[in-house]
């Protein structure tokens, strides 16, 4: 079986509703597809590249993809591991296009067994819970965001802050007042506090039971985390932090965070979440498999990943929810706050 075609297509998203973090706001999502085709069989990838994390850039991925992978046609599309060193070597830091790649080799082995891709990884459950998020806003209208979700049987919300914590703290508190108990609530300020605040945010929140608190401090200086770290009863997660496998290996050697979130499109790929995974569970380490903007291939991805190992108890897989003009809708199915893979083989998409 050969590699009898290769193509890299560009996908431009809306948001239905725009959303703020601690360091933009978004109101679009620009993807890209990867379609490798072999045997009769077309295998899918999604790379959803972000400059402020991973300093990427849809226009030069696609412009870069376009040159170098055609390179790979009459290549065994299941000698994954020599296309993948070959690929990085070409297009250095190019983490979404590593994942987008990635992904399309192992679509492809799904399809050829028949199989979905998270019975094939391991097939440790068949359903997971996932976070929604809620960008930064005013008080009131988090909480009519939260209410909303609560209504439509969400269980986990996702608040986003760190641009001021004293509001950060006040939106939290008016949501544990006003919501029933059972929610489960989680806080990412991407970065957006010094270590003072995010000692501020641990101290005057431990009444609030926040499930768990993401990367506070900026993502070059991991060594803040640990300083956080050290001093919260609340887990401390890395996001942005962890790019690489040596970022992991390097937060957890010293014993920086309690938790890391593992995103495909940050460490170029399934093949390389496995093994970021592998290391975080040597150090008795949960894991959450998290998201950017994502088309549902990308998101079905994540999830398929989700499903089949038993230290991955966090999903934060929403980036699909409120894109319009994604190909790939219906992929994956949220019930309940519990997010469902398609029955289709690799990862349930057939495709354009």
Not at 64 to 86: E, T
Not at 197 to 208: P, Y
Request: glycine fraction near 10%; charge should be negative.
């Amino acid at each position: 079986m050969k590699i009898d075609a290769i193509e890299i297509i560009p996908l431009d998203m809306r948001l239905k509703e725009p959303y703020q973090v601690a360091y933009d706001s978004f109101d679009k999502a620009e993807n890209l597809l990867v379609r490798i085709e072999a045997g009769g069989l077309n295998g899918w990838g999604c790379a959803a590249p972000d400059p402020h994390v991973t300093g990427e850039y849809v226009k030069d991925l696609l412009s870069l993809g376009s040159a170098v992978l055609p390179s790979f046609v009459k290549k065994d599309p299941f000698r994954k591991a020599l296309i993948m060193k070959q690929l990085k070597k070409e297009t250095p830091g190019c983490f979404s296009l590593w994942a987008a790649v990635d992904m399309a080799l192992w679509d492809l082995v799904g399809k050829k067994a028949g199989l979905p891709l998270w019975k094939i990884l391991g097939g440790y459950r068949d359903r997971i819970r996932t976070s929604v998020t809620i960008g930064i806003c005013g008080v009131q209208e988090t909480l009519e965001q939260a209410e909303e979700l609560v209504r439509s049987d969400i269980s986990i919300l996702k608040i986003k802050g760190g641009r001021d914590v004293l509001e950060d703290l006040e939106r939290l508190d008016t949501m544990r007042r006003e919501l029933p108990r059972e929610i489960h609530i989680r806080f990412d300020a991407n970065q957006g506090y010094c270590v003072e605040d995010a000692l501020l945010f641990l101290k005057k929140s431990e009444h609030l039971n926040i499930e768990l608190f993401e990367q506070p401090t900026a993502k070059n200086q991991p060594e803040l985390l640990g300083v956080v770290t050290r001093a919260s009863s609340t887990p401390v997660m890395a996001d942005e932090s962890l790019i690489s496998l040596r970022d992991a290996f390097h937060l957890v050697k010293r014993g920086l965070v309690d938790l890391m979130n593992i995103k495909l499109m940050k460490v170029g790929g399934l093949t390389e979440a496995i093994q970021v995974d592998a290391l975080a569970r040597a150090a008795g380490m949960d894991v959450m498999i998290g998201c950017m903007d994502e088309s549902a291939l990308g998101i079905s991805a994540g999830l398929h990943f989700a499903l089949s190992r038993p230290n991955i108890q966090y999903a934060d897989l929403d980036g699909h929810l409120g894109l319009t003009g994604d190909p790939a809708a219906g992929t994956v199915r949220l019930k309940k706050g519990y997010l469902y893979p398609g029955p289709g083989p690799g990862f349930g998409w057939a495709g354009l």
